[in-house]
């Protein structure tokens, strides 16, 4: 948590086109929920680009202030989902997902690889297959990321899911025989044939075409 | 090249390419991606061309991904060809991709020279692109 503060307006606009004029105004619409209730809200779009400043992970638990309501104020939580524009990349909605101190929470970690695998310097290639696992645990116990050390990986070793050193207090979701990370040699491309193929060599299946063709061909 | 091994029919209807890609539009697989930022068909030709030119600048190690297929055939008729008399015939395949598609990825390589082997690919493509990233 380290202090991480995001203040929050309640939110009276719904719908889409009052989203887009929120957005334009430099909010982003939230919604806030936990145990089936939820509540509309509105974060400037500025702070939390503050809080989150690389990118957006599930794993970071902040204090959520929010003005305009009595009594409830510091309030924690954690980003459950975001929607990301396609093309320009802005983040358009927040899902926040309330947190309890005594409750467990089930969310993504990143993990961060370190190091430079041995494997690669005789000509491997490091290949992460996961970036994220899945984990059960107390807010208190949550890690902002899992750090991997892959420094001692040869060609054709791999870390799986299981191997992760998580503590007694994390517990994992994720497959544990899932593969996080291995080095491998990459096998040559296949070439594609040099002859010009034209559009005209794809066998075709079924159809009325198919049948017309051949009846033209009689 | 790329192109379907069966296809049901010969020859397709144009139709018409509007809205944004729900899909395909982040990277899954590698650590650097290049992404459309318009709509367009590419080529198989175009596909093959900015592969080359990925694998040229890359040299060894690394991982592509190609994102897009070429699964529509676009048909022409021939030159000096009067209109009317039917559709012409297929010419080639061409992947028809929508803004925020995520074309090519590359994994195992230092991020500039991923960037300038993506942007070599980009110049093959004839279609606004950018460099994205995959962020921890």
């Known amino acids: ?218 | 090249m790329l192109m379907p091994k069966r296809t049901k029919f010969r020859k397709c209807q144009r139709g018409r390419m509007k809205g944004i890609a729900d899909r395909g539009s982040t990277i899954a697989f590698g650590e650097v991606g290049l992404k459309s930022l318009e709509c367009a068909k590419i080529s198989s030709r175009q596909i093959e061309a900015a592969r080359v030119a990925i694998n040229r600048k890359v040299k060894r190690g690394g991982k592509l991904w190609i994102r897009i297929f070429p699964d529509y055939p676009e048909t022409k008729k021939p030159a000096e060809t009067r209109m009317g008399k039917g559709k012409g015939n297929p010419e080639e395949w061409v992947a028809r991709i929508k803004p925020g598609r995520i074309l090519f990825e590359l994994a195992g390589v230092d991020r500039e020279l991923a960037i300038q082997a993506l942007r070599n690919a980009s110049f093959k493509l004839g279609v606004k692109t950018k460099v994205i990233f995959f962020d921890n």
Do not use: W
Request: proline share 3%; aromatic share 6%; with cysteine.
């Open chain 1, 1 to 218: 948590m380290e202090g991480k503060i995001l203040n929050a307006e309640v939110r009276n606009e719904f719908g889409k086109n009052d989203c887009i004029r929120l957005r334009k105004a430099g909010y982003i619409p939230v919604v806030l929920y936990s145990h089936g209730q939820s509540e509309s809200l509105k974060v400037k779009k500025k702070d939390f680009l503050n809080l989150f400043e690389k990118s957006v992970s599930e794993s970071v638990i902040f204090d959520l202030k929010v003005s305009e309501q009595s009594g409830n104020s510091g309030q924690m939580a954690f980003v459950k989902e975001y929607q990301v524009d396609p093309v320009s990349g802005e983040i358009l909605h927040l899902d926040l997902f309330k947190v309890t101190q005594d409750e467990k929470i089930h969310t993504h970690v990143h993990i961060e690889f370190i190091g430079s695998p041995k494997g690669v310097k005789l000509g491997g290639v490091l290949e992460i297959n996961e970036r994220m696992i899945e984990v059960e645990c107390l807010p208190r116990d949550l890690p902002n990321k899992i750090e991997v050390d892959v420094t001692e990986l040869m060609i054709g070793d791999s870390i799986h899911a299981r191997e992760l050193k998580l503590g007694d207090t994390i517990q994992l979701y994720s497959n544990p025989e899932s593969v996080i990370v291995s080095v491998h040699v990459i096998k040559a491309a296949k070439t594609p044939t040099a002859g010009e193929e034209g559009a005209e060599s794809v066998e075709i299946v079924g159809g009325k075409e198919s049948s017309e063709s051949s009846e033209s061909e009689k």
